[in-house]
């Protein structure tokens, strides 16, 4: 019987006190993610596609839930095979891995990166993963945090998905999560482990059949998918916009559970790996370098950079005088000051300087809020005649 070799104890360590109740801990973390500000706008936020009026086409939300139910089956799967795991913790993780996520996408990621690297010359950076765990462990609840268990928060900051790896095994060391800086640490279960695998075919099928319908890819003018991938999901090209994830998932995922319960450790067949790895190199030159992407990086870097230039040389001036930021015309400086109002006392007790500062609210902020935010303190509201 397979297993984690840490103690349930380990696992169901809380970072804070939380007294629990007939929810159970796992299930509780479930609850608390689900019930934060911070999930709440994963609505708003964009998957690989900017700020869509479709409505069917995926959100971070919508991805997280994705990651959530292929979690689920995998873990099911193995435990039908005799593995020791606990599903409500795996479901958990998947639930809180991109709560931290910056707006935009990976796009909105990349310029926050670039603007934390520059301003701290090159000692901190931004990464979506390390951000997840920040926001659980503190930004949620005005910085009093949502208290998880170590398992989950583990599986959250070690979860890079983007990362394509046939196999993942669990780093079985207890660590002091709230110190990772790097992207450098595997989970320390197999739950952890799981969602990292579940994290990356999650987005790929979802990804393809958005590119299909916004005309990205399969049309008459842009790259077909290839025919070799079509005939591993036996479908036809006129089929995948709406089978091309479910294909997938239907192949991928029974080929994960027998893969990882013949290997002991998670990940997928040979033929299984080579058509990820084929889909994922088709993805990153037809859709995500397509010019329609590539078009929308620019306006992602001009809206984040112009809130970040616009609040540093704010705060600057006026750092936590409250009557300033209420009295000030602008609205988005309001909120901006009431943000500050609310996490004054957590952000001088963890000695947080303005990158940091700067970094939470925007990364905390949905697609069309840092839209708005960046109209209201660029566009005036009335034109004197």
């Known amino acids: 019987m397979m297993k984690n070799e840490l103690s349930d104890e380990v696992y169901e360590r809380r970072f804070k006190p ?29 998957q690989v596609f900017f700020a869509p009026d479709n409505d069917h086409i995926c959100t971070r939300i919508e991805h997280v839930l994705h990651v959530f139910t292929n979690s689920t089956t995998i873990s099911k799967g193995l435990i039908n095979k005799g593995w020791k ?10 639930l809180g891995h991109d709560i931290g996520h910056a707006p935009f996408g990976h796009a909105g990621e990349e310029v926050l990166n670039k603007i934390v690297e520059k301003e701290t010359k090159g000692e901190n950076s931004f990464h979506h993963e390390i951000n997840s765990l920040r926001f659980v462990d503190y930004i949620a609840e005005k910085g009093k945090g949502l208290k998880l ?31 990772i800086g790097k992207l450098d640490k595997y989970p320390s279960s197999y739950e952890g482990c799981i969602v990292r695998v579940a994290d990356k075919i999650s987005s790929l099928g979802r990804d393809m059949e958005d590119a299909i319908e916004l005309e990205i890819i399969n049309g008459e003018k842009t790259e077909k998918i290839p025919k070799d991938i079509l005939e591993y ?9 709406y089978q091309f994830n479910r294909a997938l998932l239907k192949r991928i995922i029974y080929d994960i559970i027998d893969t990882t319960n013949s290997k002991e450790k998670v990940g997928m067949s040979n033929d299984g790996f080579e058509i990820i ?22 306006y992602v870097g001009v809206i984040l950079q112009n809130i970040y230039s616009s609040l540093s040389e704010l705060f600057d001036e006026h750092r936590y005088d409250f009557e300033f930021y209420k009295g000030h015309f602008i609205k988005s400086y309001k909120e901006f000051g009431d943000y500050l109002r609310a996490y004054k006392k ?34 005036p509201k009335t034109v004197f005649r």
Not at 21 to 44: C, E, M, N, W, Y
Not at 153 to 163: F, W
Not at 357 to 363: E, G, R
Request: hydrophobic residues 35%.
């Open 18 to 46: 939380k007294k629990e109740d007939i929810r159970g801990v796992f299930f509780r973390d479930q609850t608390a993610i689900v019930h934060s500000l911070p999930f709440r706008r994963l609505k708003r936020k964009t």
């Open 85 to 94: 795991l606990n599903v409500e913790m795996a479901q958990a993780i998947a």
């Open 149 to 179: 268990t170590f398992g989950v928060r583990d599986g959250i900051v070690s979860h890079c998905g983007e990362k394509l790896e046939q196999f993942i095994e669990p780093d079985w060391e207890v660590k002091k999560l709230e110190d």
């Open 233 to 241: 999901l036996d479908i036809e090209s006129s089929d995948a916009k």
């Open 277 to 298: 790895c084929k889909i994922n190199d088709f993805s990153e030159r037809g859709i995500y370098k397509a010019e329609k992407i590539e078009n929308y990086r620019h």
């Open 346 to 379: 957590f952000y001088e007790k963890s000695d947080a300087d303005k990158t940091q500062i700067l970094a939470d609210y925007i990364s905390g902020m949905s697609d069309n809020y840092a839209i708005g935010f960046s109209k209201d303190i660029s566009i």
